[in-house]
Structures are given as structure tokens and as C-alpha cells.
């Protein structure tokens, strides 16, 4: 008796192909980020090349595993850490040098931050909703104008057509 299952063929391996060269760095970087324990070779099945693919592409851009886990392990500290020492870094002297639109935009953005670390709206609601009510009874006005024209036109006498 003839076997009539598909065995699963392993994936083709080799040089990847020029034009897919980015978008295969891509998937390698975005599969090691995603697995919960990457190894090269899991990432590398994961993806379709060979391990040396893998091994290279994460020394091109200079991903340390090791780094990379404790930073993840990290990251709330660290980026605590850095948002407190450039806050720091920020005094009367920075400010007075920064151009009026840097400082119009440093200032829009902390609104904005602060607003929403205490919950509150970041965009104005009202004048969006208020814009919306606007724009839809402009619609109906026009459609009412539209419809007490073609009814006037009904009215005009076409006995002498």
C-alpha cells in the first residue's frame, strides 16, 4: 500500500535573494523580539534561513541577547532613569536658548503628557463633536434646499410644452 500523505518538505535554505535581503532582516529582528526565549536557531526556523543568516544579521545591528534580555527585563527603570536625568538636564538656561516655536512645542507636548497621565482627555472632544453636529446640519440644509427646489419646479406650469 502507497502512502498517500504529503511528507512536509524542510525549507529551502542558501543565499537569500537580493531583493528580499531588508525584508528578511526585517522578520529576523521582529521574530527575535517576539519570542519569548530566542535562540538563533529557533528564530531561524521561525523565519526560514539558516542560523549564520540569523547570527549575522542580529551582529549587524549590533543585538546583544544578552543586552537585549535584561533590558527588557529593565525597561520601566530605564526609561524612568533617562526621562528623570533629561528633566534634569532641562534648567532656565536651555529654556531661554531653545527657538519660541521649540518652546511652544515642548510645552504643547507636556500638556498633552500631563493630561494624560492623569486621565484626562488629550484632544478636545467638544469642538470635534461640536464640528460633526455642525457639518451634518449643514447636510440637511442643503438636502432640504435641494428638495423645496424640486418641488417648485413641480409647481411650474408645462401646459403650454
Do not use: F
Not at 72 to 95: A, F, H, T, V, Y
Not at 125 to 154: F, G, M, P, R
Amino acid at each position: 500500500m502507497i502512502d498517500t500523505q504529503t511528507v512536509e518538505q524542510p525549507k529551502r535554505r542558501g543565499r537569500i535573494p537580493l531583493g528580499s535581503k531588508k525584508s528578511i532582516e526585517k522578520k529576523i529582528i521582529e521574530c527575535n523580539k517576539s519570542l519569548q526565549h530566542p535562540t538563533q536557531q529557533n528564530v531561524a526556523d521561525q523565519v526560514g534561513v539558516c542560523r549564520q543568516t540569523v547570527a549575522n544579521v542580529l551582529a549587524k545591528y549590533k543585538i546583544n541577547q544578552d543586552d537585549l534580555e535584561e533590558y527588557k527585563i529593565n525597561q520601566p527603570d530605564i526609561l524612568m532613569g533617562l526621562q528623570q536625568r533629561i528633566s534634569g538636564s532641562i534648567d532656565d538656561e536651555c529654556i531661554q536658548k531653545a527657538t519660541m516655536k521649540d518652546r511652544l512645542v515642548a510645552l504643547g507636548i507636556v500638556i498633552d503628557k500631563h493630561r494624560l497621565i492623569t486621565g484626562q482627555s488629550t484632544s478636545n472632544i467638544a469642538s470635534w463633536t461640536h464640528l460633526v453636529s455642525q457639518s451634518h446640519k449643514a447636510q440637511v440644509i442643503d438636502n432640504a434646499k435641494v428638495a423645496h427646489s424640486t418641488t417648485e419646479c413641480d409647481k411650474v406650469d408645462r401646459s403650454a410644452d
